[in-house]
Structure formats: C-alpha cells, structure tokens
C-alpha cells in the first residue's frame, strides 16, 4: 500500500520547486556585474576620447595661430628653439615650442614647427638654441615663412596698370587664331595683307567680226 506525504512535506517540495538556489543568484549577480563593468568600461573609454580630441583641437589651434602670428610678423624669427606658455586656453594651461630651420634647398626660406601640450607648471618664453623635444606633444604643425614680406619702403606703386593687346588683330569675327599676347608686351604692327596679281586673260578676237558662235558650230 503506497504511502500519502504529509502536507507539512507536500508545502516544503513546493517551495523548493517554486524558487532559485543561492547558487543560481550568484551566478546571475556575476553575469550582471561582467555586463555592467563591460558598459561601464566602453563608456569611460568614450569620454576620454572626447576628452582626448578636445585637447588634440586646442593644441592645433595653438600653433597655428602661433605660425600665422610668426608669417605675419615683419621681424625674420632667428633660427633656432623658442619655447613660452599661454595661460587660460581652454579651461587650461598650454605650453609651445616653435623651431625654425632654413631650407638651404631654397634661399629665402624657413620652416617653422610648433608643438603644444599641456603644461601644468608655466615656463617663462625663453628663446634657446637647444633642439630637444619634450614628450607628449598634442599636436604638432608645420609652416614656412618667405622674403614676400618686408617693411613698407614710401614707395607708391603704379595701380594704372597696362593694356591688353592682341598679337593678331584677326578677322570680323573676332578670331584671332588662338595668338594672344601678355599684357603688357609690345606688339609689333602688322603688315598690310596683299591680295596676290591676277594675270589678265585674253579672248581671241573672231576673225569673221560676227558676234555668234564659231564657225562651224551650229
């Protein structure tokens, strides 16, 4: 005869069957805490990019104006290392260190390369004829600078300006033959066309006096 469980033991495999072991909860808490320090990681990850860009675009901007104010200055830089600081750049303190070569390959002519990072202890701008380099350099530019500019001689230049000419004065219709000339060059004057000599022809006269057809032609 099969023998009926109690309820006490009926209640008790019910609640056994009805929920999670501890074990089944830690396991699940660890796969929650792996996925949510993977999110955490990527988003920090993206923030320090952010961050890091930011830096890289004020560090640009830097040294270009750097190398624009240098083009535009009047006074030629001296070759060598200059290093200086600015403050309050972006919620920020940069330093710069601008060197300038002379392209040998072309008289006249200098490179100027400007570097800029972050610099938590400002320097004052000190030209130096070392060419060390600092480490963790945001960015870095490159520019020349020409003779094209020099200081302002008196001098008031001719805006008046030359006419234009045409080598060839062309035909009616404004062809001329693919000859145009420089401004500003002198044309020689062209010569007159001449219509070649047409020979004069002849008609023998007819011996009969008549005015008709030839003889013995109907």
């Known amino acids: 005869m099969k023998r009926q469980a109690s309820p006490m033991q009926r209640a008790s495999t019910t609640a056994y069957t009805g929920g999670f072991t501890l074990i089944e909860v830690l396991v699940a808490l660890m796969i929650v805490a792996l996925g949510m320090g993977a999110v955490l990681s990527a988003l920090s ?19 270009l104006n750097r190398i624009a104010d240098t083009r535009l200055s009047l006074q030629v830089p001296a070759n060598g290392t200059t290093q200086g600081d600015i403050k309050n750049f972006g919620n920020g303190d940069w330093h710069w260190q601008q060197d300038v070569i002379a392209l040998t390959q072309i008289p006249g002519l200098l ?5 800029v990072r972050r610099n ?7 030209p130096t004829t070392s060419n060390a380099t600092a480490p963790n350099w945001l960015a870095s530019v490159v520019g020349f600078r020409g003779t094209g500019l020099a200081p302002a001689s008196g001098e008031v230049p001719d ?19 693919g000859n145009v000339a420089n401004p500003g060059t002198p044309t020689s004057p062209s010569s007159p066309a001449t219509t070649p000599a047409t020979t004069p022809t002849t008609t023998p006269a007819n011996p009969s006096g008549s005015t008709g057809s030839p003889t013995g032609i109907p």
């Open 45 to 63: 990850s993206s923030a320090f990019n952010v961050s890091a860009l930011r830096d890289k675009t004020l560090a640009q901007w830097i040294a």
């Open 111 to 115: 490179q100027i390369t400007v570097s």
């Open 120 to 126: 938590a202890a400002a320097t004052p701008a000190t």
């Open 159 to 177: 805006w008046g300006g030359v006419a234009f000419s045409v080598a060839n004065s062309g035909n009616a219709s404004g062809n001329t033959g």
